[in-house]
């Protein structure tokens, strides 16, 4: 059976450093941090005070009041970053056919939020059980592509991937493999998380994940640095709009890229550490190149996973070293997380979009904060450190990973 191609047509974003495709572009480009003192609740206790929230979203403007109550924030998140991929890939709704167009989305916890606030409510009361009726439908991850499918009445596969941090990478992998297979036309993939809570933040903080660089929040995500102290937290959505290639093709579509492979492993070693050694990082970029159907010398960008942990980091540079031996110091490697944060099951796919548009534009955006070398760190690599650097991208990869081991990775390649 002969695979059909897979190309990327629509592109939506709402993320902590612009709420659409261009002003996340624009942040990026430009170094933009995406901390902030945290403005939704009071952290006078917690040991972080600072995260990436969304700034000037406000949800009205894109959902009827009515229709936002009904649905918790990763949810919200996750129908404004798809209603923008979907008029920018420009589908004609009216000829597509609905029962060959899927949702498969992404997202690590779902409607937290909601889970809190009852929880709180019930705890406060007099032990009478009065949960809101929309409790279970808002807190409930697949709700997600559900509202989305919902709204333009696709009715191809419609499903949420859970895989901590690497969600929403796992469902874009699967979205491709639906579109290879010739299950669907089309399918509107990504991920969404709100999670800048105080149960998100406070179990985070529990489990000493988090920088505490108050004092500083604009430079505490600081990936490869040798004084970073963990991540910080984000929030917000990104979505692809997947199509089959012959599909765009005669319908006239711009196409951003061709998504010409994926990968997965497990590291089957920690619940929250990476394996020192990172194999089962090496394994994920193997899978990925295999899959593809490319060889290591092919690739010139990597978004790593870099998330600013002590150990994660270096883990995942020396498994980059190890896959792509010599190569390893001509690639563009970088962390956009050092601008955005970390979205946990919606950073797979904003930092998917982010080396597809690196490959449009010729310009691979920088990791920012980086002030001090760690010697542990392969000084030869090419970090991409605090200056965005112009660069012909024509094949792109992007790292996720999850607690729990899970390891996700994608691969792009400038169209034909």
């Not at 009071?42 to 009904?70: H, N, P, Q, S, Y």
């Not at 010409?260 to 550490?273: E, I, K, N, Q, R």
């Not at 190569?327 to 955005?340: E, Y």
Request: charged share 20%.
């Amino acid at each position: 059976m002969e695979l059909k191609r897979v190309v990327v047509t629509g592109l939506g974003a709402l993320t902590p450093i612009g709420n659409t495709i261009q002003e996340y572009w624009e942040g990026l480009v430009s170094g933009k941090s995406g901390a902030a003192p945290i403005t939704y609740y009071d952290t006078e206790k917690f040991k972080t005070k600072f995260a990436c929230e969304l700034k000037g979203f406000e949800v009205t403007d894109f959902i009827d009041k009515k229709e936002a109550r009904k649905m918790d924030k990763f949810a919200q998140y996750a129908m404004v970053a798809a209603d923008e991929a979907i008029a920018d890939a420009k589908l004609d709704l009216d000829k597509v056919n609905k029962l060959r167009v899927g949702v498969i989305w992404g997202a690590g916890i779902g409607g937290l939020e909601t889970f809190q606030q009852e929880v709180l409510n019930f705890a406060e009361g007099d032990g009478t059980p009065r949960f809101n009726p929309f409790f279970i439908p808002k807190m409930i991850a697949d709700i997600a592509p559900a509202n989305i499918s919902i709204k333009y009445g696709f009715m191809g596969p419609n499903y949420t991937t859970v895989s901590a941090c690497a969600s929403a990478a796992n469902a874009m992998f699967d979205a491709l493999n639906m579109i290879r297979l010739g299950h669907c036309d089309v399918i509107v993939t990504g991920g969404s998380e709100a999670a800048v809570t105080i149960a998100g933040m406070g179990g985070f903080n529990a489990m000493h994940a988090l920088s505490t660089r108050n004092e500083s929040p604009e430079t505490a995500s600081r990936p490869f640095d040798g004084t970073r102290d963990g991540f910080v937290l984000g929030e917000g959505a990104g979505a692809l709009v997947l199509e089959d290639y012959e599909h765009a093709k005669a319908r006239g579509a711009k196409i951003y890229a061709e998504f010409v492979g994926g990968g997965l492993s497990s590291d089957a070693y920690h619940m929250t550490a990476p394996h020192p050694d990172g194999i089962g990082v090496i394994a994920v970029m193997r899978n990925c190149l295999e899959n593809a159907g490319l060889k290591a010398e092919d690739v010139d960008h990597i978004n790593t996973h870099g998330t600013s942990t002590p150990l994660g980091d270096v883990a995942e540079l020396k498994a980059i070293s190890e896959i792509f031996g010599d190569h390893a110091k001509k690639i563009n490697i970088n962390s956009t997380k050092s601008m955005t944060g970390h979205l946990l099951g919606a950073a797979g796919a904003i930092e998917a979009i982010s080396v597809i548009l690196a490959m449009e534009h010729g310009i691979v955006p920088p990791t920012i904060n980086h002030s001090t070398v760690d010697e542990n760190i392969d000084p030869e690599l090419n970090l991409t450190l605090n200056k965005a650097q112009k660069r012909d991208v024509k094949v792109a990869m992007s790292n996720t990973f999850g607690f729990g081991g899970h390891n996700a990775c994608v691969l792009f390649k400038k169209i034909d």
